[in-house]
Each structure stands twice: as C-alpha cells, then as structure tokens.
C-alpha cells in the first residue's frame, strides 16, 4: 500500500511551547490531508482537512489558531500545537487519500505522540 | 449525520477460535464507503478492506472475511483461526459525501485479545 510518514514519531514538551508534526506522502501525491487525534482508548476523531494550495477546513470545535495546518507541497502537510497544554497530549494521525478521487482508501501514517508537561 | 456502532468494546478469545467483530452503521448518502483498519498497540493504523455501499459481495482474505449486509446496515469481519498477532484495536469506519468526500467516521474501536 501506499506509504505515508509522520515526524517526530514521538515529543515531549512543556507547557506554552508550540510543536510541529510533519505528515509525508512518500510515492505519491495528496492535494488533501486529514489530522486526527486519538485519545488512550478512544476512537479517531477528524481535527481538520489540509488542502493544498489553500486554507485548511476544520471541524466544529476544533480552534485553528492553536491547531495550525500548513499544506506546503502535494506531499507535505505540517500541524502546529501552538502554546500546547497538557490537555493537548494525545496521539495525532495524518491521513492520506491515494488520489483526488471521491472515498480513495485513505493511508495513515504512524503517528505521533506528544506529551506536554 | 454518519455514525458507526462498534458494540463490542473488548473481545478476549483463545487462540485458533473465530471471532467475529460487528460494526453497524448510520448514513443518509445513497453511495458510501466502509473500512476496516487495525491498530496494533505501535499505534500505526493498517488498513484491511474497503468496500463500496453499491457492492454487496462478500469478500475473504486468508483468515479474514467480511459480511456486508445493507439490509441491516452491518459490516462485520471474522477472522477464523485466530492468532496471537491478530490482537490489536480494529476499527469499521464510513465514508460518504455527507462527510464531505474523503472524510471518515470511526467507530469506537473493539479491543482484540487473542491468548495462547
């Protein structure tokens, strides 16, 4: 399948300090991305949408200006906790449809876990 | 709104048993998608299946299959003859035009434990 990787795999930081996560497709290329955050023992739930070339789509209740999308390039999409809380220590994933086609399997990446002290 | 129900939240079976893991869901779209990912405890989510609402053929792969039945808006995969390295998280998750194209919706996640 297709191939999608995410850095740092894992960060630990302190309160007030902003993270970056980058989300790679490694063959191939995404006009879109998908964020999600997956709390210990709880399902996925979709943060945003990052699109390349244009602002990102966030789902309701979800604060943009903490959680910064940047769709750089058809193969790079960034997340930035700004001035990250402990609240915000989860397990982000990145998603990726293989195509711009409509309902593509999506590929996920392998996470990254922070934890904010 | 799309939703999908995972009503197991944990299954614990002894290796070589089949299990089966239900999913039901909700959507209003006439064209919708449905997967099935695992998510081992490394956290990576794998994906397994894909299927499409307009395709209602079962399908088998190796030890896994999956049951999709409109009727009764339920997407469950057995795997036979389980195997300790089939513990993990598996998630059923629905994908349509409500959510907006690629979006997904998971559902809770059932808890795999198979044990020698």
């Known amino acids: 399948g297709a191939v999608v990787s995410q850095h740092p795999s894992r960060v630990i930081c302190k309160s007030g300090t902003s993270v970056k996560i980058e989300c790679r497709s490694l063959d191939f290329q995404a006009t879109t991305m998908f964020w999600y955050r997956q709390f210990p023992k709880q399902s996925l739930m979709l943060m945003a949408t990052s699109n390349e070339g244009s602002k990102a789509t966030y789902e309701q209740g979800v604060e943009k200006d903490k959680f910064l999308i940047n769709h750089a390039s058809l193969t790079l999409s960034t997340l930035t906790v700004t001035s990250a809380h402990p609240e915000d220590s989860s397990f982000y994933i990145c998603?990726?449809?293989?195509?711009?086609?409509?309902?593509?399997?999506?590929?996920f990446g392998p996470g990254t876990r922070l934890l904010v002290l | 709104a799309q939703k999908v129900t995972q009503a197991q939240t944990e299954i614990s079976v002894v290796e070589k048993e089949d299990v089966t893991l239900d999913c039901v869901y909700e959507t209003r779209d006439t064209t919708y998608y449905l997967f099935w990912y695992k998510q081992p405890p490394s956290g990576e989510l794998v994906f397994l299946i894909r299927?499409?609402?307009?395709?209602?053929q079962n399908e088998i792969s190796g030890r896994y299959s999956w049951n999709f039945q409109k009727s009764t808006s339920s997407f469950n995969f057995t795997i036979t003859a389980s195997q300790v390295v089939d513990s993990a998280v598996y998630f059923c998750a629905l994908g349509g035009l409500t959510g907006g194209g690629n979006k997904l919706t998971f559902g809770t996640g059932t808890q795999l434990k198979v044990e020698l």
């Open positions: 299927r499409n609402s307009f395709d209602e």
């Open positions: 998603s990726a449809p293989t195509s711009g086609g409509l309902q593509e399997t999506q590929y």
